[in-house]
């Protein structure tokens, strides 16, 4: 069974422009999360999807970040426009069930890098 | 909302000894506390975890305790060895409707030398 990817793996672009990162989740998980690493600090919530719907999105930043996941299956995660600090490496996970104990598979990440 | 600290930051040993890796979370009513190990390059990845009812779990070399009155949870590694260096994380979560967000710990360099 194919695990949790994420495309693309590093992305290295300028301030202010755009950049769409994608995550596929493991097949049959409903819930798909999205995290972030900043310059070696912890591992930060950015938003949590239950099939398509927005369960919690406590986490995302500012209005600059765009997280979609239509039809339930893939997911993407738009930063417009990007800035210096959003620099960092952004986790997707995915998990099979509604319930907070359930284990979350979390992708490689991909490593942005903003100039 | 939720806070955990992870300490030590980074920590070192020697083949065969044991590593013990501590978190102290804020909300009480946090009630699941898993542990990642993430090695170079790839993502996070589960090895042990505990919920709130339990305060004690082991797999093999790897434990975890928890006090939920003192609000700290542990990771217990016995019997190290080279291919356990990693960066580990603790998390907590289950708190209302945020149940299904972690809040990680700052992570901790465990590395273990021949």
């Known amino acids: 069974e194919a695990g949790v990817t994420q495309f693309p793996s590093h992305s290295v672009i300028e301030k202010g422009q755009t950049v769409t990162l994608r995550c596929d989740p493991i097949?049959?998980?409903?819930?798909l999360y999205w995290y972030r690493r900043v310059m070696g600090k912890e591992i930060k919530f950015l938003l949590h999807?239950?099939?398509?719907?927005?369960?919690?999105e406590s986490g995302m930043p500012n209005n600059r970040f765009l997280a979609e996941r239509t039809g339930g299956t893939y997911s993407t995660l738009k930063v417009q426009p990007a800035e210096l600090e959003d620099s960092g490496v952004y986790f997707c996970?995915?998990?099979?069930?509604?319930?907070?104990?359930?284990?979350?598979?979390f992708g490689p990440g991909t490593r942005l890098t903003v100039l | 909302g939720e806070n955990v600290e992870q300490h030590p930051s980074t920590l070192s040993v020697q083949e065969g000894d044991s590593a013990v890796i501590k978190c102290t979370y804020s909300?009480?009513?946090?009630?699941?506390f898993p542990w990642y190990k993430q090695e170079l390059g790839k993502g996070p990845q589960l090895i042990i975890d505990?919920?709130?009812?339990?305060g004690e779990k082991k797999d093999q070399r790897i434990a975890v305790t928890l006090n939920k009155t003192a609000k700290h949870f542990s990771l217990h590694i016995t019997e190290t060895q080279p291919e356990d260096s990693a960066v580990y994380f603790c998390?907590?979560?289950?708190?209302?409707?945020?149940?299904?967000?972690?809040?990680f710990g700052q992570g901790t360099i465990l590395t273990v030398h021949p």
């Open positions: 996970a995915s998990s099979q069930e509604a319930r907070y104990w359930n284990e979350q598979f």
């Open positions: 097949s049959g998980h409903d819930n």
């Open positions: 999807f239950v099939k398509e719907s927005k369960q919690d």
């Open positions: 909300d009480s009513a946090s009630n699941y």
């Open positions: 505990i919920r709130s009812n339990v």
């Open positions: 998390a907590a979560s289950g708190s209302g409707t945020s149940y299904g967000k972690l809040t």
